[in-house]
């Protein structure tokens, strides 16, 4: 159990048992391990392979990743079921990474597959065949108090995933297991070792699923069939400073393979999709005290409150910041910071934490 200001938390799934669950499995060590868990844990278990592509060109839910995750399902006695998700993984995933990069964003992908996959169609599903539940092998961990689900940081703090969950709802929270929250992925590698589960030192995938070596622009070119011409990059005052190779190949606050010489180094500022021209300027310009957050959503509040204070992570891996929180009328948030963050760039979401716990997220504009 865990009090939190006098109230009780229930962990999910301490009081759950023998009841089915579907679990999402990628066929990497993580999604293998919560299978094994689960099933140790007396859950009704049935592992699930989602098929998201007609081609081998992807680093993950490949046929070695299936084979991979029937081969642990085998091994565990569970049955094992492939889902073609191809049109809905085209139209929620790919259509929003296209329709981003071409009107100047930076897109997280892996959030909308979280979103629209994993929690939404592969969930409806398993409610579907009346599963109790769906379980992954994300690093969080959800509980219960006060009569609403909260999603909470893992334990393991340097492979916490609670940042590509905030958009889960009440009801997915209450209807998903989070196994491994409460363990560190050495822990993990070393069970899936000690129970002969065939994917134990399987290499974490570190690409985007559809882009193989994070080539995001060749990604983008084959998926769009389209080509990005070259333009000019430019200062915030309109002097030139060069050619661009395409104005998809960028994104704020990168610094790297810009080509152009400068006394000190320059960073993507802005994309200018009207005219093609990318704005560099300092680490400095590249600062900023406010952004605006949209389709928000909020886990620990039903009705959040009109100011608040928190902390703010505007990207995966970047530390949180202290920030004063307004909800504006048309449910927009307003997060202005007490430091400056640097690289705030629209179409990445940001995460709201009070301690451990994850408040809501929205997408930056």
Known sequence: MYIIQGSEIRVQGDYHMNKRVLIAMSGGVDSSAAAWLLKESGYDCCGA???????SESTCCSLDDVEDARSVCNLLGIPHHVFNFKDTFARTVLARFIDSYETGKTPNPCIDCNRFLKFQKFLRRALELEYDYIATGHYARIEHADGRWLLRKGADISKDQSYVLASMTQEQLSRTLFPLGTYDK????????????VNAHKADSQDLCFAPDNDYAA???????KNYPPGDFINQDGSVLGRHKGIIRYTVGQRKGLGISAPDHLYVLEKRMSDNTVVLGTREQLLQKELIAVDFNWIMYDRPPSKLRAKARIRYKKPESWANVTTMQDGSVHIEFDEPVSAVAPGQIAVLYDGEYVLGGGTIV
């Open 49 to 55: 392979s989602m098929r998201l592509f007609d081609n």
């Open 186 to 197: 050495p822990y993990i590698r070393q069970l899936a070792d000690r129970h002969g589960l």
């Open 219 to 225: 990604a983008l070119i084959r998926l769009s069939g």
